[in-house]
């Protein structure tokens, strides 16, 4: 089992739309359910309902809550800032939205975390997050299973400047964590 040699580590997993970042992310999680760790475990779920562009599948919520006994956090209606606004005003309104939504379920694990933390999606929230309190969540945590995109799909921002932060930003978190996963 992949999930075991990542105990006691921080791992993220990257790559273009449609690449199986949150399939592979769901795999270790149900790994780690199998082993009995399902106490010990959060989910932040920053990810938008799955929708499909061009027949490519886009967001998705890892897993349906009422079938694991695990802590999970979901930011609820998240919305899809660069594939959803007509102007770069909207683009950076829906952006500030999931950013309020998500802090809130950050500032919950970090008032009461668990041992391990999974994390859907993360590169929306830093369109407009701010990366030290996502770090102190992470921090938090012994072991942490990240995903989030980082491609070329998804580029046009309307002269936003989001997707130049989100990039920006997942870089930064992919050299702060022990393992980096390109999918």
């Keep these: 089992m992949l999930f075991a040699e990542f105990l006691g580590k921080k791992i993220l997993i990257t790559g273009d739309v449609g690449r199986g970042k949150t399939r592979f992310t769901r795999c270790l999680l149900m790994e780690a359910l199998e082993m009995g760790y399902g106490s010990k475990i959060t989910v932040i779920d920053m990810a938008p309902r799955q929708i499909f562009i061009n027949c ?6 890892i897993l349906e809550t009422d079938k694991f006994k ?4 979901d930011a609820g209606d998240v919305k899809t800032p660069r594939l959803s606004a007509k102007s770069p005003g909207e683009l950076l309104e ?12 950050l500032r919950r694990f970090i008032a009461s975390p668990t041992q391990i933390l999974f994390i859907n999606d ?9 990366f030290d ?6 921090e938090k945590a012994d072991t942490a299973i990240i995903n989030g995109y980082y491609g070329e799909k998804l580029r ?8 130049e932060r989100e990039r920006r ?6 050299d ?8």
């Design 56 to 61: 490519l599948p886009v967001g998705g919520k």
């Design 70 to 73: 695990v802590r999970y956090l």
């Design 94 to 105: 829906l952006a500030e939205c999931n950013k309020r939504a998500i802090e809130r379920l």
């Design 122 to 130: 993360v590169s929306l929230y830093l369109q407009m997050g701010s």
């Design 133 to 138: 309190l996502l770090w102190s969540a992470i």
């Design 156 to 163: 046009d921002d309307l002269g936003s400047g989001i997707s």
């Design 169 to 174: 930003l997942m870089e930064r978190l992919a």
């Design 176 to 183: 702060k964590v022990d393992i980096l996963f390109r999918l």
